[in-house]
């Protein structure tokens, strides 16, 4: 099967809701092929890769090894503009506190752990925070990206989750959030660039960041 040019492939793990995902991408680049697919080749010659994802980081590392797809993944890591959203963050990172522990793909250094409920207040209200982080905050651009061009600081994204990343390398932290805690709402390298929140349902915003993506040559 051969892939168009600015063909973007979209990493289908069976986790997440890849049909926004893609409806988004259609919408911000018609003129693009989206391909949702499950398959290595496919992801290896397409000309960009999204990472998507919701749920557990277990199962999402167990279904990459069980349809093979881990080391495409890494391959295109290497190789292609690559974005990552949510679990796809979360997955980049080398060890997750979620189920007992889990090891991810060890592309960027750092942890994922749960939220502490200790910690969990609002710094201004006082008012206990719930935990899943669940809806609009502010992501605070902390490095220059060609994925931020055009979004203004402290953007309001659409965020769900229970464990947040803490990015080991502070060079590779691109967006930091506060909810009880700091931690790392977006971060990257070279042509990765990974996110908490879900560009796909943060309208305005999420949407210039994901036609950034279609535009990008994978450089900064």
């Known amino acids: 099967m051969s892939v168009a040019m600015n063909t973007v492939a979209v990493i289908d793990y069976g986790m997440g809701n890849l049909r926004s995902v893609c409806k988004a991408l259609e919408h911000v680049a018609p003129a693009a092929r989206v391909l949702l697919t ?3 080749d496919a992801l290896v010659r397409a000309d960009r890769v999204v990472f998507p994802g919701q749920g557990a980081i277990g199962g999402c590392i167990a279904e990459l090894d069980r349809l093979s797809l881990r080391a495409a993944v890494l391959q295109v890591m290497d190789t292609k503009p ?3 959203i949510c679990l796809g963050l979360q997955a980049l990172f080398d060890f997750s506190e979620e189920g007992g522990g889990t090891r991810g793909l060890g592309v960027l250094p750092g942890r994922v752990a749960l ?27 902390v490095a220059g990206h060609p994925l931020w ?22 060079g590779q932290v691109m967006a930091v959030t506060e909810y009880g805690i700091r931690f790392t709402s977006a971060a990257g390298r070279e042509n990765i ?18 036609e950034n993506f279609m535009s990008w040559d994978g450089t900064t």
Do not use: C, T
């Not at 996110?195 to 210039?208: D, I, N, T």
């Open 38 to 40: 499950a398959d290595p």
């Open 82 to 84: 690559f974005l990552g």
């Open 115 to 141: 939220f502490p409920r200790e910690q969990m207040h609002d710094a201004i209200s006082g008012q206990v925070l719930k935990v899943p982080h669940m809806g609009w905050n502010q992501a605070h651009q």
């Open 149 to 170: 061009r055009g979004i203004a600081q402290d953007a309001r994204f659409y965020f769900v989750h229970s464990y947040y990343a803490d990015a080991g390398d502070r």
């Open 193 to 210: 660039f990974a996110v908490q929140f879900h560009p796909e349902k943060s309208q305005q915003a999420g949407l210039r960041l994901l």
